[in-house]
T-cell receptor
Framework: GENVEQHPSTLSVQEGDSAVIKCTYS??????FPWYKQELGKGPQLIIDIRSNVGEKKDQRIAVTLNKTAKHFSLHITETQPEDSAVYFCAAIESGNTPLVFGKGTRLSVIA | GAGVSQSPSNKVTEKGKDVELRCDPI?????LYWYRQSLGQGLEFLIYFQGNSAPDKSGLPSDRFSAERTGGSVSTLTIQRTQQEDSAVYLC???????????FGPGTRLTVL
């Protein structure tokens, strides 16, 4: 089955700097890669996703890149703000076949 | 539109008691998932329902855990004879189609004393 590893487990950045979170997956058949943000006391919320037919996707200050050959994908947050502080989860799936497999999460702290 | 809702938001119970946690998925979503999240940990898959198919119970940690989904909509996760190690946040998610984008509810925080 799929296995997703996520690094780092914690990340502190200064406000305005960039943050990068990386995930690797094991199943080459995986073709859908969402990222979730979980704020304290809330459920995870989808922030961006990418499918295997594209290499990069951007939405304002966040972007995700995918390298299918190396089987890794990354979340990039630019111009970080204190409200970006949260736990971020990556996930991978072979769409239509199995439930999402999540990484263990990255706790991002943006220091003002 | 309305998102996934869960009730109660918090539940405190005594060891050995049974608890029921409820999930109302997004209307029209055919798939529903339950996860458990221990303090500061990741998401542990418990069970999913896909349309009218038999649920995948492969993630349930013991036979004290069960879940049902009535009428293809609301789901209830039941934990019998609760133990202290059952204390966690229980998250529900739904998706329009199976293995599609999942939308999560706010979770139920269960505390077993």
């Amino acid at each position: 089955g799929e296995n997703v590893e996520q690094h780092p487990s914690t990340l502190s950045v200064q406000e305005g700097d960039s943050a990068v979170i990386k995930c690797t997956y094991s199943d080459s058949a995986s073709n859908y890669f969402p990222w979730y943000k979980q704020e304290l006391g809330k459920g995870p919320q989808l922030i961006i996703d990418i499918r295997s037919n594209v290499g990069e996707k951007k939405d304002q200050r966040i972007a995700v890149t995918l390298n299918k050959t190396a089987k890794h994908f990354s979340l990039h947050i630019t111009e970080t703000q204190p409200e970006d502080s949260a736990v971020y989860f990556c996930a991978a799936i072979e769409s239509g076949n199995t439930p999402l497999v999540f990484g263990k999460g990255t706790r991002l702290s943006v220091i003002a | 539109g309305a998102g996934v809702s869960q009730s109660p938001s918090n539940k405190v119970t005594e060891k050995g008691k049974d608890v029921e946690l409820r999930c109302d998925p997004i209307s029209g979503h055919t798939a529903l998932y339950w996860y458990r999240q221990s303090l500061g940990q990741g998401l542990e898959f418990l069970i999913y329902f896909q349309g009218n198919s038999a649920p995948d119970k492969s993630g349930l940690p013991s036979d004290r855990f069960s879940a049902e989904r009535t009428g293809g909509s609301v789901s209830t996760l039941t934990i019998q004879r609760t133990q202290q190690e059952d204390s966690a946040v229980y998250l529900c998610a739904s998706s329009l189609l199976f293995a599609d984008t999942q939308y999560f509810g706010p979770g139920t925080r269960l505390t077993v004393l």
